[in-house]
Structure formats: structure tokens, C-alpha cells
Nanobody, 121 residues
Framework: VQLQASGGGLVQTGGSLSLSCAASGPIARVNEMAWYRQAPADERELVARITRAGSIKYAESVKGRFTISRDNAKKTVFLQMNSLKPEDTATYYC????????????????WGQGTQVTVSS
């Protein structure tokens, strides 16, 4: 099982970027999916998370600017980031709680490889 993130890059203040992250491998079920970020010298923080049923939570700092969504059939989570600010600069990581295929009754935590988002002032 792995998570593959894509998107990110360099954008000016006020610009937009979109991220996506797809889960692949022997998967029975993908439960909660989320995006975290980590700036240099900072701890990793939750940006947004979404349950399989579509319940969403955002960090206060991104409310009204970022939108998380998912496609359950494609096992993919998205993050649309608008009105970007320099303080949004960080490495963004996708995270998912996945039940692997086989004789598993619980989910396990998986992380993507991280993708860099840089917002210039």
C-alpha cells in the first residue's frame, strides 16, 4: 500500500495550487484521508481531513481558502488551495487510514512522500 502525492510548486501570493494524492496497492477500504504540512523548524500540522462519508475539518488558518475533497472510487484525496499566503509555504503530506486487503479488521496509518508548496511574497 502506498500514497502518491502530486501537485504543488511555486506560486505568488494570492495564487492557487491544487494537490492530489492517490492510494494504491492491495486495499480493502480507505477511511479518513487528510493533508498535513510542515514548514522548516515547525511541527507537522493538520491542514484538513475528510472522512469516507464526507465530514470535513479544516485548520483555522486555511478556512475559507482551502477545500478538501475525495473520490472514493479512485481512492484519491484532493486539496484546492486558493488565496495562498507566504505562511502557507511548507511541505505538504497526505495521510490516510487504510484497511489493507486480506485478513485485517482495522485500518493503518499511511503517509505520502510530501510535496513542496512555496508561496512567494
Amino acid at each position: 500500500v502506498q500514497l502518491q502525492a502530486s501537485g504543488g510548486g511555486l506560486v505568488q501570493t494570492g495564487g492557487s495550487l491544487s494537490l492530489s494524492c492517490a492510494a494504491s496497492g492491495p486495499i480493502a477500504r480507505v477511511n479518513e484521508m487528510a493533508w498535513y504540512r510542515q514548514a522548516p523548524a515547525d511541527e507537522r500540522e493538520l491542514v484538513a481531513r475528510i472522512t469516507r462519508a464526507g465530514s470535513i475539518k479544516y485548520a483555522e488558518s486555511v478556512k475559507g481558502r482551502f477545500t478538501i475533497s475525495r473520490d472514493n472510487a479512485k481512492k484519491t484525496v484532493f486539496l484546492q488551495m486558493n488565496s495562498l499566503k507566504p505562511e502557507d509555504t511548507a511541505t505538504y503530506y497526505c495521510n490516510a487510514a487504510i484497511v489493507p486487503a486480506g485478513l485485517y479488521s482495522r485500518d493503518f496509518d499511511y503517509w505520502g512522500q510530501g510535496t513542496q508548496v512555496t508561496v512567494s511574497s
